[in-house]
């Protein structure tokens, strides 16, 4: 009898087509990575997040302080979906030994 072999979906992180390369340039290095972030935690990114916003101007307290700490969590959330979406548009990869 055969056996069968079933693998987690394949990662080509080429420029095979929009997605993987996407995909590819998201988990580059992975810094500023979902996975990155992740494993940072909350409290870090939150620390990275002031110290974006200070470092522009904005001071804590201000609309324009609240602006941007609103607008780096969603261009965050925006770019883990990114990721998300491409990670589960690959197919899945059968491996089959004789």
């Known amino acids: 009898m055969c056996p069968l072999l ?15 390369s996407v995909l590819g340039a998201a ?3 992975f ?9 940072a935690g ?6 990275q997040d002031d110290a974006y916003c200070e470092s522009i101007g904005a001071a804590k307290g201000t609309p324009q302080y609240t602006n941007c700490r609103l607008t780096v ?5 925006t770019k883990h979906n990114v990721v998300r979406g491409a990670l589960l548009s690959q197919p899945d990869v059968v491996i089959i030994s004789r």
């Open 42 to 47: 909350p409290e870090k990114l939150a620390q």
């Open 73 to 77: 969590t969603q261009q965050r959330e």
């Open 27 to 29: 988990l580059g290095g």
């Open 31 to 39: 810094a500023g990575s979902p996975v990155a972030e992740a494993i």
């Open 6 to 20: 079933l693998s987690p979906p394949r990662l080509r992180l080429g420029g095979y087509g929009r997605g993987e």
